[in-house]
């Protein structure tokens, strides 16, 4: 009996041990996430642009940090000893022993329809002097890719308005397609008739400017004004005079504002200009938190960090929404070193590349896209079926045109088979060549294709093709419209409707051929 109730005893005193202990652990988590709270770290060396800190135990991976005096930074080593922080903000007021107070967050940035229209900076703040931009929520800078599962093929043409683009190097909606050339080339001339070309389709557009001169960016936002699309667009924007910090985000922060509207099932296009100065700046942050270098002094994750970039491009299945992220990240080579870092990494990563030579531009050819350095490797399946029936075998006879032209220039007499194909050829080089700013519709680029390819400008002057294209357009406009809408609607083109255009051409023609040899026709 006393057994028993010393048993019982026993058994009382351990579950009131056990209460015990669980409400004094309870109290110390509660203090100590009290204590992490206000967990204050101290500034122990100032850089260029970067800090290093001790103090913050618990801090966290690209957590953001707020120094003394209102400056931002966002954490990038994570040492035993010490953090290095990247700062978003200019740094010529901190100072070693400063305070740093962690956020507990993660970077983000406001998204919603409130920043159409709008210039900000990568953290969501606005540079265009209309006031502070209102959005109800916030998407982090760093997101995931869409699993593999949930993306869609990539079936739907993104109309660029560029002829030589649209039919030998078609894009579609969600794909990931580079354009890369030397400095003054027209890259970001592309870009910009790009976005301007949709201003009927529905595509919202975002233009990010990674260390852009702020000229240049100005001009840009002009333009997309002037054309009456900047209603549809966003503009992000980290200059050349910004700190590094805010390059490298800005890129990332620009995606994740075009990602909530993919979420909302609508299609983006967004442009990164460029992702060499991306580069340079993460190589220049990562130098002076002593990241081990690499080649070309880049260090080794520089492949990843525009990798996970282009990957959040994508074309979502129909039951995700059925919305679509297209990229045109822009690159720049030197002396026409496409295999260069870089480069390479970037043409690995995309579906496809636009060459920009400047041989070419040197002459006069704009844009000066080189067809056989440049290819799409998704694009010619979402080609409008009229679009591939006209332009189909075209690139592999320009091709053979340009090979062709380089042996003539060593030969003094051609064959009469040889002058008709170069003839027709620089005539197709005329029709392809377009203005800045002056994009087209791809019925308009089919009649275009279609007079040269069916040989109704064999008899027109070369130095005259440009004024016979114009002409020949307002004739196609006026008199087909309703073929034009069916073509831009995706229908097939009926032989009885190439015919019609044929018809059309002729007669737009006709006051432009020039009969060299009279005497011969008689």
Known sequence: MNQQGNTTDNNELKTFLDDTFDTMEKVLDEQGAELRQYEVGQVQFVGRDIARVSGLPNIRAEELVRFSGNFMGLVFNIDPQEIGVVLLDPSENLQVGSEVHRTKRVLDVPVGDALLGRVVDPLGRPLD??????????????????????????TVPLQTGVKVIDALIPIGRGQRELILGDRQTGKTAIAVDTIINQKETGILSIYCAV??????????????????????????????????GLQFIAP?????????????????????????????????????????????????????IHSRLLERSTHMRPELGGGSLTSLPITETEAQDMSSYIPTNLISITDGQIYLSPVLFNKGILPAVDVGKSVSRVGGKTQLSAYRSVAGDLRLSYSQFEELESFSRFGTRLDESTRRTLERGWRVREVLKQGQYKPLRASEQIACL????????????????????????????????????????????????RDLILETIQKAVKPYEVIEDADANN
């Open 129 to 154: 002097g209309l006031g502070e931009v209102s959005t109800v929520m916030r998407f982090p800078v760093e997101r995931p890719a869409p699993a593999v599962m949930d993306r869609a093929p990539v």
């Open 252 to 304: 990332y922060a620009a995606t994740s504002m075009g990602e909530y509207f993919v979420e909302q099932g609508r299609d983006v296009l967004i442009v990164y200009d460029d992702l060499t100065s991306h580069a340079r700046a993460y190589r220049e942050v990562s130098l002076l938190l002593r990241r081990p270098p690499g080649r070309e002094a880049f260090p080794g994750d520089i492949f990843y």
């Open 211 to 244: 260390g852009k001169k702020s000229a240049d960016v100005a001009k840009v936002i002009a333009e997309l004004r002037d054309h009456g699309v900047m209603g549809s667009c966003i503009v992000v924007v980290a200059t050349g005079e910004d700190t590094p």
């Open 450 to 497: 279609l007079a040269v390819t069916g040989g109704k400008l064999d008899l027109v002057p070369t130095a005259g093709v440009r004024e016979v294209e114009e002409h020949l357009l307002k004739a196609f406009n006026n008199d087909l419209r309703d073929l034009c809408n069916r073509i831009e609607s995706g229908a097939k083109l009926e032989l009885s409707d």
